[in-house]
C-alpha cells in the first residue's frame, strides 16, 4: 500500500490544476483518475472559454474564483508554455428589456471585480464585429475573456506537476475509501492508497465519491450540452466571444471559437439522467443552429464539421469548495460547472489554503520547475519557423495528418508525454480533429502508436478498454 | 527557391497522366509532387476489378492501372517525382511550398497542374445523431485499413451509403470472414454501378434499405447498434418504422469532396457547393496556368475519365507554356 | 421460368429475359451482343467471378500484395478462395503481372500480382 500526504481523485482540469499548485510544496501527491488518460470527462467537452466573470452574483464562489482565476491563468499560461488568445466576449442585447439586464450584469460584474467592463454602442458593435446580426441594439464588452484548449491545459498541468514530484495513475478508479481516521485508505482496481487528506475532484462522479464517506448532502444533476464546430475556413466569423442574455440554467447560445481556429457553436442546457450520455441530437442541432442564426445570421449548417456532447457536473447554484469537518481531511471540489475552467487555478489555491487550514504542514520546495519544456506545432507557427524546426529534427517534415498539418515528430512527442489512445494523440496535436475526421491520418497514428507504446495494432484504442479501433490483424492475429 | 516549368501537385492516376501528357506535348522540366512513399494514390488501395475497360479496353484491378502509369513514368527520366512531400502552401502566383522529412522545399513553377483528388464526407457532415464511439469508419479508411495494413475493422457491419465504395467494401468485408447485416440508402435506387449490385450486394445476399436513413448511432465504447429509420417524398421520417439492428462497426460513404483547400488558399475562385474551382473551361481556373485536373476538378465515376481529363490538363499546361515563353 | 436481369458485361447494361428450365437456359433475349448471351448463361448456370484479394508477404517492403485471378472463377468458390489466400506467404519480390500461385485452388487459373513488391 503506498501513503501519500493528499490523494486527489480526478484528473480533469480541476484536479490537475490543484495537482500543479501542490507540487510547490514538500508534500507527497498522488492523482486517481479511472479513465484511460486525463481529461477525458469532463475537462474535454470544454469550450476552451477563458470567462471575465460577468453573469455571476457577487457574493459567489463562482464570481470571485472566476475573477481571480482569469488573471491567474494568462500568468500560468507564459509558465506553462499554452496558447492564451485574448478575445474579448460580448454579451449582446437584441431588445430594450435585455439592455436594462445588461447594465445590471455591469454593476455585477464591477462588483465582482471584473476588469474594464464598458457598454457598447450598436455603432461601436458594426464597426467591431460585423457579422453581429443587425438586430442587436447594444453589448457589454468585457476584453479579459480569452480562449484556451482545455484538454491541452490539463495536460499541461499534469506534466508540470510530473516533472515537480506528483504521481499520476490513470485507468485507476476509486471504488471505496474507508476512513482509518486519521486519513483514508482509497481501493482500486489497481492497489490501495492511503493518505491523510483526500480531494474529491472527481467531476461527474463527485457525489458518488463523496457518498463513500458519508457525506450526501448535494447530488450531481448532470447537464448535456451539445456543441457545433464549423470548419476552419470560416475562421474569420467573428472577432469577440458572442453571448445571449443568460438564462437560470445557462448562459445561453453562444458564438465562439476554439483556440485552434475552429468557429463554434452551441452549447444546449439539457438535464438528462445518464452520467455517460454523451449522444448528439437532432433536436440539439436545431436549437443551436436556431440560437446561433439570432446572433450570426450568416451561419449554415453546410459549415459544421464535427459536434460533440459534454455533461456539465451541475449541483446547486455555486461551486462546493470546503472542508468536510465531519470527515476531517476530506475535502470535496464538487459541481463545478461553468466557470470552472476559468476559475482551476483559483480553486487550486483556494484548496491549498483549505489544507493549511486543516493543519497539513505545507513547506514550499527549495526547487519548483515552473516551466514547462516548450513544445511545437507546426499548424500554429509561420512557415519560416517550421523550416528551422525541420533542419533541427527531420521527423518535423514527415506530415502524417493534412487537415491540421501535424507531423510524426509531434504524434511521436504526444505519446511521449503520455498520449496512450488516439483521443489523446487527438486532443494533444489535432491529428484527426481536421475536416476529413482521421480518414487520411488514423492508418499512420495506429502505426505510430503500436512503435511507441509497443502495443499490438488490435490492442489501439479511441479512448482506452473497450475501444480498440480494429478488430482483428489478419495477418499477425 | 528553384524555378520549374511545370509542378504537378498529386502523383494517383490523375497527376501522373498530366505529366506524362505534358511531357510528351513538349514540357521537359516537369516535377511531381506526391505525398506517399509510392505514386498510385488511391488505387493502390483498390484491390476490385472495374478500370480501364475504357482506356485499355481490358479489365483491370486498381494497382494495375495504375502500374501501367507508374512504368511509363519510370521511363521518362525528365520527369522528376518527390515523393514523401506535402505541399502546405500554395500562393497565387503558383509558389508552392512543401515539407518532406528533413526539409521544407519552396518552388515556383511557370505551371501548375493541382491533381489532389478528393476526401470523403464524414458522418458529422451529414448529421448523423448519438454517440462518437469506436467502430465508425469511412469507407475509404476501413478499405486502406484491410488493403494496406491487413487490419480488420469490425465483424458486423452496416454500411451507409449505397455508391460504389459502400457496395465494394461490402463485398471485401464479406470475403473477410465479417458479416454484413444491411446497406442503408436514402435515396429510392442505389448510386452505384449494376455490376457492383451484383457482384458486391445479391452475391452475398446483403440486405439493402432503400428510402432509409440512419437515424441513430448507440454505443459508448465501441459501436453497438444503429437504429435507421424509413423517410417518405419529402425525407421526413415515417413513424413507427423504426428498426434496430445490432453491428460493431459503421462504414459512412456517403460521397466524395473534392480536396481544393490549396488552391483555395491561393485565391482561385471557388464554387462553394462543390469545392472544386469554376471554370469557364474544362481543367482551367481564375488563375492562368493554374490548372486542376481528376477527382479535385470533378467526381468523376471512372478513373478512365480521370485520365482522359487529367491528359487535356497536361496538354493545356503545354499550350500555356509554350505561349507565355 | 423468366428470369429478367440486367447484362453487366459492358457499360450499356442491356436488360434480358433469361428462359430457364430445370437448371438450364433454354433462350436468353435483349442482348445487344453475344457476350449478354453468354453472361446469361453463366450467370444462371455456373456464375463465374473473377476473385481479387491481397496477400501477406514475408521481408518485403509491402505488408500485403494484392492479387487477382487470371480468369474468372465459380462464384461458389469465393469464400473457399478468401481463406485459401490467407495461408499464401510471399517472400520473394515481383512485378506486377507476376505468378503467386499456379493452378489455384486447382481450378486451372493463376493467381497474379497486381502490385509490384520489392
Do not use: E, K, P
Given at each position: 500500500m503506498s501513503k501519500y500526504d493528499i490523494v486527489i481523485i480526478g484528473g480533469g482540469v480541476v484536479g490537475t490544476a490543484i495537482a500543479r499548485e501542490l507540487s510547490r510544496y514538500k508534500v507527497k501527491v498522488v492523482l486517481l483518475e479511472k479513465e484511460a488518460e486525463l481529461a477525458f470527462g469532463v475537462s474535454k467537452s470544454n469550450s476552451g472559454i477563458i470567462h471575465p466573470g460577468t453573469q455571476h452574483s457577487p457574493g459567489t464562489l463562482k464570481g470571485k474564483l472566476c475573477v481571480q482565476g482569469n488573471a491567474l491563468t494568462r500568468k500560468l499560461a507564459k509558465e506553462l508554455f499554452i496558447d492564451f488568445k485574448k478575445v474579448g466576449e460580448l454579451i449582446v442585447a437584441f431588445t430594450g428589456e435585455e439592455r436594462t439586464r445588461l447594465e445590471q450584469l455591469k454593476k455585477d460584474g464591477d462588483a465582482c471585480g471584473v476588469p474594464s467592463l464598458k457598454m457598447v454602442t450598436k455603432a461601436w458593435l458594426k464597426k467591431n464585429e460585423p457579422n453581429l446580426s443587425g438586430e442587436a441594439l447594444a453589448a457589454l464588452y468585457a476584453p479579459t475573456a480569452g480562449i484556451i484548449s482545455p484538454y491541452r491545459w490539463v495536460y499541461d498541468f499534469a506534466e508540470n506537476a510530473i516533472s515537480n514530484g506528483v504521481e499520476i495513475r490513470t485507468e485507476t478508479k476509486a471504488e471505496k475509501i474507508v476512513i482509518t481516521n486519521p486519513g483514508f485508505e482509497i481501493i482500486t482496481p489497481k492497489g490501495n492508497f492511503s493518505a491523510k487528506y483526500v480531494i474529491n475532484a472527481a467531476g461527474l462522479y463527485a457525489d458518488e465519491i463523496a457518498r463513500m464517506v458519508g457525506i450526501n448532502d448535494f447530488k450531481i444533476c448532470p447537464r448535456k450540452g451539445e456543441e457545433f464546430l464549423l470548419d476552419k475556413k470560416r475562421e474569420n466569423l467573428t472577432r469577440h466571444l458572442l453571448f445571449p442574455l443568460p438564462s437560470k440554467t445557462s448562459k445561453g447560445i453562444l458564438v465562439t471559437r476554439t483556440s485552434d481556429g475552429n468557429p463554434m457553436i452551441g452549447p444546449t442546457a439539457e438535464d438528462v439522467q445518464d452520467r455517460e450520455d454523451l449522444s448528439t441530437t437532432e433536436a440539439g442541432l436545431k436549437k443551436v443552429l436556431e440560437g446561433a442564426k439570432k446572433m450570426v445570421p450568416s451561419i449554415n449548417e453546410n459549415d459544421i464539421i464535427a459536434y460533440f456532447a459534454g455533461l456539465r457536473p451541475a449541483s446547486g447554484d455555486d461551486f462546493i469548495i470546503r472542508h468536510e469537518d465531519k470527515v476531517p481531511g476530506f475535502i470535496n471540489v464538487a459541481g463545478i460547472q461553468s466557470p470552472g475552467l476559468t476559475a482551476a487555478p483559483a480553486i487550486a489555491l483556494m484548496v491549498t489554503g483549505l489544507l493549511k487550514q486543516a493543519g497539513l504542514n505545507m513547506k514550499k520546495k527549495l526547487f519548483f520547475h515552473k516551466y514547462r519544456k516548450k513544445e511545437y506545432h507546426l499548424f500554429s507557427m509561420p512557415l519560416a519557423k517550421s523550416k528551422k524546426l525541420i533542419k533541427k529534427d527531420a521527423s518535423y517534415g514527415d506530415i502524417v495528418c493534412r487537415c491540421e498539418m501535424v507531423s510524426a515528430k509531434e504524434v511521436r512527442e504526444a505519446i511521449a508525454r503520455g498520449a496512450r489512445t488516439m483521443d489523446g494523440v487527438k486532443f494533444r496535436t489535432?491529428?484527426?480533429?481536421?475536416?476529413?475526421h482521421g480518414s487520411f491520418c488514423t492508418s499512420r497514428l495506429m502505426k505510430i502508436l503500436a512503435e511507441e507504446t509497443k502495443l499490438p495494432s488490435t490492442g489501439i484504442t479511441k479512448r482506452g478498454h473497450g475501444s480498440e479501433i480494429v478488430k482483428e490483424d489478419r495477418i499477425n492475429g | 527557391m528553384v524555378k520549374r516549368d511545370l509542378v504537378v501537385v498529386g502523383g494517383g492516376p490523375a497527376g501522373m497522366a498530366a505529366a506524362i501528357s505534358a511531357y510528351e506535348n513538349g514540357v521537359k522540366d516537369i516535377l511531381l509532387i506526391e505525398r506517399d512513399l509510392y505514386l498510385g494514390g488511391i488505387l493502390n488501395q483498390c484491390i476490385h476489378t472495374g478500370f480501364g475497360l475504357d482506356y485499355f479496353k481490358e479489365l483491370l484491378t486498381g494497382p494495375e492501372y495504375a502500374d501501367r502509369f507508374i512504368k511509363k513514368i519510370r521511363s521518362l527520366p525528365d520527369i522528376d517525382i518527390s515523393t514523401r512531400s506535402f505541399v502546405v502552401n500554395l500562393k497565387k502566383d503558383k509558389t508552392v511550398t512543401y515539407l518532406k522529412p528533413g526539409a521544407m522545399c519552396v518552388v515556383r513553377p511557370k505551371a501548375l497542374i493541382m491533381a489532389t483528388g478528393c476526401r470523403e464526407r464524414t458522418r458529422e457532415m451529414v448529421h448523423i445523431p448519438g454517440t462518437r464511439p469506436a467502430g465508425i469508419f469511412s469507407a475509404g479508411l476501413a478499405q486502406r485499413l484491410i488493403n494496406i495494413d491487413g487490419l480488420l475493422p469490425g465483424k458486423e457491419v452496416v454500411i451507409i451509403g449505397s455508391g460504389d465504395i459502400g457496395l465494394i467494401m461490402a463485398r471485401r468485408f464479406t470475403l473477410q470472414g465479417a458479416k454484413v447485416k444491411a446497406i442503408v440508402e436514402i435515396q429510392k435506387q442505389t448510386r452505384g454501378l449494376v455490376r457492383n449490385v451484383v457482384q458486391c450486394v445479391e452475391d452475398f445476399g446483403i440486405p439493402m434499405y432503400f428510402n432509409h436513413k440512419v437515424s441513430k448511432i448507440h454505443g459508448k465504447d465501441r459501436v453497438e447498434k444503429i437504429s435507421i429509420v424509413q423517410i417518405d417524398d419529402n425525407m421526413k421520417d415515417v413513424s413507427g418504422t423504426e428498426v434496430e439492428i445490432g453491428c460493431d462497426t459503421v462504414l459512412v460513404s456517403v460521397g466524395l469532396i473534392p480536396e481544393n483547400e490549396l488552391i483555395e488558399m491561393a485565391g482561385v475562385d471557388m464554387d462553394k457547393r462543390t469545392n472544386s474551382p469554376i471554370s469557364k473551361e474544362v481543367n482551367k481556373t481564375s488563375i492562368p496556368g493554374l490548372f486542376v485536373c481528376g477527382n479535385s476538378f470533378k467526381v468523376y465515376d471512372y478513373v478512365d475519365s480521370v485520365t482522359a481529363d487529367s491528359e487535356l490538363a497536361g496538354k493545356l499546361a503545354a499550350q500555356y507554356l509554350r505561349k507565355t515563353k | 421460368m423468366i428470369r429478367k436481369m440486367i447484362c453487366i458485361e459492358c457499360p450499356k447494361g442491356c436488360s434480358l429475359s433469361v428462359d430457364i428450365e430445370g437448371c438450364k437456359v433454354k433462350t436468353v433475349t435483349g442482348n445487344k451482343c453475344p457476350r449478354g448471351a453468354a453472361y446469361a448463361i453463366a450467370e444462371n448456370e455456373e456464375p463465374m467471378r473473377i476473385f481479387t484479394a491481397t496477400v501477406a508477404t514475408k521481408g518485403l517492403n509491402l505488408k500485403l500484395i494484392p492479387v487477382r485471378t487470371n480468369k474468372p472463377i465459380p462464384k461458389k468458390d469465393l469464400f473457399l478462395a478468401a481463406d485459401e489466400t490467407r495461408k499464401i506467404r510471399v517472400e520473394k519480390p515481383l512485378k506486377a503481372g507476376d505468378t503467386v500461385t499456379d493452378n489455384f485452388l486447382g481450378l486451372n487459373v493463376k493467381l497474379l500480382a497486381t502490385r509490384e513488391v520489392a
Open positions: 489535432r491529428a484527426q480533429a481536421g475536416r476529413c | - | -
